[in-house]
């Protein structure tokens, strides 16, 4: 049963019991098809109230049911809809907490509604690349005008009902309940208020104008297509506003359903479905239940307070976690806190942070030169220099003096997690914590998890990075993680390019056109040229088979690091971020490839993106196989939180999938037998082989 059917003297209340949110599967339909049965026979009902149980209204379709044909059984929502519509007896929605999506359709089918304050009404459906299907495209905008519907279907935000109530001529709720303790006694009182009312009253048939139609959908349109990034659905939804306003109720309906299909079986709502699926998949470790217990985390400790070190500690003071910032001297510290206090005196300035929670946050703040001053933290991360040596000292001290029990992170972004923990006699509290730049920005936190990692440890950090609002990924130890050691690829397969006729500004473009945030030349002129000479010189040493051009060293040869000296890949006037196509540097790769015997041609952009990519994917298929990480979508999830793929593409595996494997495996291929790529490198992992011979997916 997953909604309970009670009477209340003569009304009968239909409770949704599906937790956590109440999600509209089928067994809560059946369940409301039946109450609705029930009191409609039943002549001693004279009224009917629908509610939600625990935590929400009803959250809308249920996620758990998603592409499986249970979604669309009958009852489906439509069906309810109509159950709802042509009842004899009034029926009432009683909204508290969330009313979203599929909830709040059915809450419009009602002939009356009444909501507590505080309840989160949205029609989200646009973020996942859809539409509202079940009619809220057509009845929102009748009862709070186009303009207000439109706004909340393009974005799928949620607004307050109590900011909805107050809206001149609203038409969503009848009532407004005085507190969310009252909801039902306000709601039975409503219900036995209108039980003699007839004919029902009906949102479908309400009008639905704009007074300067014309003009505002195109206004609106405008504005839409700008925001929408090449994404179809907030088009759609637009245009679904704009029937609403101009037709017919029905014809509007039918035009919704039928876009609504369409959009469903979009490239892009398939990426964004994944993406939402991804996002939930990457907390589970397999190994890991849901319910392993955690260490309690109420203060937190740094080491280094540089770039990363003030990013990170931002995070927790941010949801109130003390932090103690450690340094080797007192300069470090202080210009440590002043980049802090510079970061939230600009939210301060742009009015995204109030004065009196930057002062909160700044009193959790304190300094150390002194370790004894640390040990009782609960958690301790390390964010010196990237070298094995400062990471062995550091490491060997917090052995030495933190508390027991306290958990011991590294951010570091290369090196060996597993060497670090055995500085340690308590390898099991070690673990990597690779937060992105700027750390208080990014999302992603790759948690990387050492051969020797406590369940606890492992559990107690990904519950707390969901705290400090982060999208977290497990990552087995290896050199570069799951990110950078994919990127690797993707830049040398980049210099490969420059070496056979490309220019930095054709490849970057030809991966932006693709949908990349910033293509490989501009990222890197923007993290700094010098950090990727310092990984190859390392990585020659390590892996002396592994070919590179060797463009971007003359680079850095000529000192052009990058944005910082306003002069790498591109150039740039000084404090400014446009690229600008640099004469110097595409006369240094002519250069080099008359000293390489190269005879440059035109690579289409096509080729490019693919090499780009699928560098990056036969990498990722190494990866999986190796256990790095647990599952493709992982990868997916690095990629759309932590380096810009295009969300709409859905991350490097779903599009593999999408091109289909077979397909990538053959580029792979035809890229193996061009004489100035690494033919080694294109033998398709022995993953993909496997999965493109089956005509499988890595999804
Ligand atoms: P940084 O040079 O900006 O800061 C390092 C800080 O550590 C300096 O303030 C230095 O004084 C301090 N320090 C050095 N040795 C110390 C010691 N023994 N005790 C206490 N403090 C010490 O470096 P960063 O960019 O913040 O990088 C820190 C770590 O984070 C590195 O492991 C790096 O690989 C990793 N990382 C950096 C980035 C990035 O984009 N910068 C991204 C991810 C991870």
Same mark, same amino acid.
């Given at each position: 049963?997953?909604?309970?059917?009670?009477?209340?003297?003569?009304?009968?209340?239909?409770?949704?019991?599906?937790?956590?949110?109440?999600?509209?599967?089928?067994?809560?339909?059946?369940?409301?098809?039946?109450?609705?049965?029930?009191?409609?026979?039943?002549?001693?009902?004279?009224?009917?109230?629908?509610?939600?149980?625990?935590?929400?209204?009803?959250?809308?379709?249920?996620?758990?049911?998603?592409?499986?044909?249970?979604?669309?059984?009958?009852? @489906?929502?439509?069906?309810?809809?109509?159950?709802?519509?042509?009842?004899?007896?009034?029926?009432?929605?009683?909204?508290?907490?969330?009313?979203?999506?599929?909830?709040?359709?059915?809450?419009?089918?009602?002939?009356? $509604?009444?909501?507590?304050?505080?309840?989160?009404?949205?029609?989200?459906?646009?973020?996942?690349?859809?539409?509202?299907?079940?009619?809220?495209?057509?009845?929102?905008?009748?009862?709070?005008?186009?303009?207000?519907?439109?706004?909340?279907?393009?974005?799928?935000?949620?607004?307050?009902?109590?900011?909805?109530?107050?809206?001149?001529?609203?038409?969503?709720?009848? $009532?407004?309940?005085?507190?969310?303790?009252?909801?039902?006694?306000?709601?039975?009182?409503?219900?036995?208020?209108?039980?003699?009312?007839?004919?029902?009253?009906?949102?479908?048939?309400?009008?639905?104008?704009?007074?300067?139609?014309?003009?505002?959908?195109?206004?609106? $349109?405008?504005?839409?297509?700008?925001?929408?990034?090449?994404?179809?659905?907030?088009?759609?939804?637009?245009?679904?506003?704009?029937?609403?306003?101009?037709?017919?109720?029905?014809?509007?309906?039918?035009?919704?359903?039928?876009?609504?299909?369409?959009?469903?079986?979009?490239?892009?709502?398939?990426?964004?479905?994944?993406?939402?699926?991804?996002?939930?998949?990457?907390?589970?470790?397999?190994?890991?239940?849901?319910?392993?217990?955690?260490?309690?985390?109420?203060?937190?400790?740094?080491?280094?307070?540089?770039?990363?070190?003030?990013?990170?500690?931002?995070?927790?003071?941010?949801?109130?976690?003390?932090?103690?910032?450690?340094?080797?001297?007192?300069?470090?510290?202080?210009?440590?806190?002043?980049?802090?206090?510079?970061?939230?005196?600009?939210?301060?300035?742009?009015?995204?942070?109030?004065?009196?929670?930057?002062?909160?946050?700044?009193?959790?703040?304190?300094?150390?030169?002194?370790?004894?001053?640390?040990?009782?933290?609960?958690?301790?991360?390390?964010?010196?220099?990237?070298?094995?040596?400062?990471?062995?000292?550091?490491?060997?001290?917090?052995?030495?003096?933190?508390?027991?029990?306290?958990?011991?992170?590294? @951010?570091?972004?290369?090196?060996?997690?597993?060497?670090?923990?055995?500085?340690?006699?308590?390898?099991?509290?070690?673990?990597?914590?690779?937060?992105?730049?700027?750390?208080?920005?990014?999302?992603?936190?790759?948690?990387?998890?050492?051969?020797?990692?406590?369940?606890?440890?492992?559990?107690?950090?990904?519950?707390?990075?969901?705290?400090?609002?982060?999208?977290?990924?497990?990552?087995?130890?290896?050199?570069?993680?799951?990110?950078?050691?994919?990127?690797?690829?993707?830049?040398?397969?980049?210099?490969?390019?420059?070496?056979?006729?490309?220019?930095?500004?054709?490849?970057?473009?030809?991966?932006?056109?693709?949908?990349?945030?910033?293509?490989?030349?501009?990222?890197?002129?923007?993290?700094? /040229?010098?950090?990727?000479?310092?990984?190859?010189?390392?990585?020659?040493?390590?892996?002396?088979?592994?070919?590179?051009? $060797?463009?971007?060293?003359?680079?850095?040869?000529?000192?052009?690091?990058?944005?910082?000296?306003?002069?790498?890949?591109?150039?740039?006037?000084?404090?400014?971020?446009?690229?600008?196509?640099?004469?110097?540097? @595409?006369?240094?790769?002519?250069?080099?490839?008359?000293?390489?015997?190269?005879?440059?041609? /035109?690579?289409?952009?096509?080729?490019?993106?693919?090499?780009?990519?699928?560098?990056?994917?036969?990498?990722?298929?190494?990866?999986?196989?190796?256990?790095?990480?647990?599952?493709?979508?992982?990868?997916?999830?690095?990629?759309?939180?932590?380096?810009?793929?295009?969300?709409?593409?859905?991350?490097?595996?779903?599009?593999?999938?999408?091109?289909?494997?077979?397909?990538?495996?053959?580029?792979?291929?035809?890229?193996?037998?061009?004489?100035?790529?690494?033919?080694?490198?294109?033998?398709?992992?022995?993953?993909?082989?496997?999965?493109?011979?089956?005509?499988?997916?890595? /999804?």
């Amino acid at each position: 049963m997953s909604a309970q059917y009670k009477l209340q003297g003569d009304v009968a209340v239909i409770t949704l019991d599906n937790p956590p949110v109440n999600g509209l599967g089928y067994a809560t339909r059946v369940a409301v098809a039946d109450g609705l049965d029930k009191a409609m026979a039943d002549s001693a009902v004279k009224a009917v109230v629908i509610t939600g149980g625990g935590k929400a209204f009803s959250g809308g379709a249920d996620i758990t049911e998603f592409g499986s044909p249970k979604a669309m059984a009958e009852p @489906n929502l439509g069906s309810i809809i109509l159950m709802i519509e042509n009842a004899t007896k009034p029926v009432v929605a009683a909204l508290h907490s969330v009313a979203m999506g599929g909830g709040l359709e059915l809450a419009l089918a009602c002939h009356y $509604r009444i909501a507590a304050p505080g309840t989160s009404i949205a029609l989200p459906e646009v973020k996942l690349g859809l539409m509202p299907g079940a009619g809220g495209t057509q009845r929102l905008p009748r009862v709070l005008g186009p303009e207000t519907a439109l706004n909340m279907i393009v974005t799928g935000e949620a607004v307050p009902s109590e900011m909805l109530a107050q809206q001149p001529g609203q038409k969503l709720f009848d $009532r407004m309940a005085a507190s969310p303790a009252s909801l039902m006694d306000d709601a039975l009182a409503l219900a036995r208020s209108v039980a003699d009312v007839r004919p029902l009253p009906l949102v479908r048939n309400l009008p639905c104008s704009h007074p300067r139609s014309d003009a505002y959908f195109q206004f609106a $349109r405008n504005m839409v297509a700008g925001m929408a990034k090449g994404l179809p659905a907030p088009l759609k939804c637009l245009d679904a506003v704009q029937w609403a306003a101009t037709l017919g109720f029905d014809e509007g309906r039918a035009r919704e359903r039928e876009a609504f299909v369409n959009l469903m079986l979009t490239p892009e709502s398939r990426a964004l479905r994944h993406l939402f699926f991804a996002e939930r998949a990457a907390s589970k470790i397999p190994d890991v239940p849901s319910d392993t217990p955690q260490r309690p985390i109420k203060s937190v400790a740094m080491i280094g307070a540089g770039t990363m070190g003030g990013g990170i500690a931002m995070n927790f003071l941010n949801t109130g976690i003390p932090v103690k910032i450690l340094e080797m001297k007192q300069d470090a510290l202080d210009r440590g806190i002043a980049t802090i206090r510079k970061n939230y005196e600009a939210q301060v300035s742009k009015r995204k942070l109030k004065q009196d929670k930057y002062e909160q946050r700044m009193a959790l703040l304190s300094t150390t030169l002194d370790y004894q001053d640390i040990k009782d933290a609960d958690l301790v991360i390390e964010a010196v220099f990237e070298e094995m040596g400062v990471k062995q000292k550091v490491f060997e001290k917090l052995d030495e003096v933190m508390k027991p029990g306290a958990i011991l992170a590294s @951010n570091t972004s290369t090196l060996d997690v597993n060497k670090i923990a055995a500085f340690t006699k308590r390898p099991q509290d070690v673990i990597g914590t690779h937060f992105f730049s700027p750390a208080n920005v990014m999302k992603l936190l790759e948690v990387v998890r050492g051969a020797k990692t406590g369940k606890d440890v492992l559990a107690t950090v990904m519950g707390l990075a969901k705290k400090i609002k982060k999208t977290a990924v497990v990552s087995g130890v290896c050199d570069g993680f799951i990110g950078n050691r994919m990127i690797e690829q993707y830049s040398r397969q980049a210099g490969f390019m420059l070496d056979e006729g490309a220019t930095p500004q054709q490849v970057d473009k030809a991966v932006e056109r693709f949908g990349f945030a910033m293509g490989p030349f501009r990222m890197i002129d923007m993290a700094g /040229n010098d950090i990727g000479w310092a990984i190859r010189k390392r990585r020659a040493v390590e892996y002396p088979d592994m070919l590179y051009s $060797r463009s971007a060293d003359k680079l850095c040869e000529l000192g052009r690091f990058g944005q910082k000296v306003s002069a790498g890949w591109y150039d740039y006037l000084p404090g400014k971020r446009d690229a600008i196509p640099s004469p110097l540097v @595409n006369k240094m790769l002519e250069d080099h490839r008359k000293e390489l015997g190269i005879t440059p041609r /035109n690579i289409p952009d096509e080729e490019i993106v693919q090499r780009l990519v699928f560098s990056m994917v036969n990498e990722a298929a190494h990866i999986l196989e190796e256990g790095i990480a647990s599952r493709a979508s992982d990868i997916d999830i690095v990629y759309l939180t932590g380096y810009g793929f295009p969300i709409h593409r859905g991350g490097p595996m779903l599009y593999a999938d999408e091109v289909g494997l077979f397909n990538v495996v053959q580029a792979m291929k035809r890229f193996a037998r061009n004489p100035h790529d690494d033919a080694k490198f294109w033998q398709p992992a022995p993953l993909l082989a496997r999965l493109a011979a089956q005509g499988k997916t890595f /999804n």
